[in-house]
């Protein structure tokens, strides 16, 4: 009897010890940090208390909190169905704050995020290769958090990543910067494109296809921009009923088929055929 009490004893000692050590790295780790980093220093604008700001980003937020009613229509739309739960918008003064809050550990300007059930939007989506885009980077982070409302965060990474960016970008209007449509053709012809079906590891926020076919970020943003604005073009009705399947937490790639008819791969090669035979570029590149 003393030997099982041991050896109990024994086994549950290993076992705290291990999940001390794994709480400690978690904590430790960019994630950790960023999600334990308070935000008591955030002031509620006054003219919408959705959106919080850091001190030295008042005039940001005031923009944001103008716009705000405005993309969330924007999505409700797109995504044809309303957000299940209140959120709040935090708009931050420098992008160190930024990125730190996001466990964002590249220098690359990213714009906004959506994560923790909220939005975070940096200084650099006012001021992104020259331009303003804040409201499109207002848009495509309301677009992510809508998914993740609906499918919260374990179904919503089994969506392919070109497709939640895809979808993102066309309702946004984002995903155009500094790359031009005749640009991302020729990428396409030089085989420098999307890879589907995209895989890639659970945690990785990095798609397959910016690792393994050296795609910068606004070229692989502007190519499933393409793509999906491609899918919808073909069928509206069908595209509808697949982002709709897609929210109730239907597989991808058997919600595709059926409301498709064809599969993703299938997809791709008709898209990149046709661009490839004619140089086709245009309207259908547009979300309506």
Same mark, same amino acid.
Request: glycine fraction near 6%.
């Given at each position: ?21 794994? #709480?400690? $790295?978690?904590? /430790?780790?960019? %994630? ?10 955030? &002031? *509620? ?105 609906? #499918?919260? $965060?374990?179904? /919503?990474?089994? %969506? ?10 066309? &309702? *946004? ?116």
């Amino acid at each position: 009897m003393m030997k099982k009490t041991r050896k109990k004893i024994i086994i549950f000692s290993i076992l705290g010890i291990f999940i001390t050590s794994v #709480l400690v $790295f978690f904590l /430790r780790s960019p %994630i950790g940090r960023a999600l334990l980093k308070s935000k008591s220093h955030f &002031i *509620a604008h006054t003219a919408n208390s959705r959106v919080l700001y850091e001190p030295g980003a008042e005039r940001f937020a005031d923009r944001i909190a103008d716009f705000l009613p405005t993309a969330v229509k924007r999505v409700e739309e797109g995504h044809f169905l309303p957000f299940k739960k209140h959120f709040k918008v935090y708009v931050f003064s420098t992008q160190k704050s930024h990125n730190e809050s996001t466990a964002n550990p590249t220098s690359y300007p990213i714009r906004g995020t959506a994560i923790q059930g909220n939005v975070f939007i940096a200084p650099s989506a006012f001021s992104f290769k020259g331009l303003d885009t804040h409201r499109e980077s207002l848009i495509h982070e309301l677009s992510h958090l809508h998914l993740s409302q609906r #499918l919260g $965060f374990l179904k /919503r990474r089994r %969506i392919p990543s070109w497709f939640t960016e895809g979808l993102a970008n066309i &309702i *946004a209007g984002s995903g155009s910067e500094g790359i031009s449509e005749d640009t991302a053709v020729q990428s396409i012809k030089e085989g420098r494109h999307l890879i589907i079906p995209e895989r890639r590891g659970f945690l990785d926020r990095m798609p397959r296809t910016i690792q393994e076919a050296g795609l910068t970020g606004p070229m692989y943003h502007k190519q499933n921009k393409m793509f999906v604005n491609y899918i919808n073009s073909l069928n509206p009705e069908a595209f509808k009923k697949l982002v709709l399947a897609v929210q109730r937490g239907e597989a991808f790639s058997e919600s595709f088929l059926t409301y498709i008819e064809m599969s993703p791969e299938e997809m791709w090669t008709r898209f990149k055929n046709e661009l490839l035979s004619t140089g086709n570029k245009g309207s259908y590149f547009e979300y309506k």
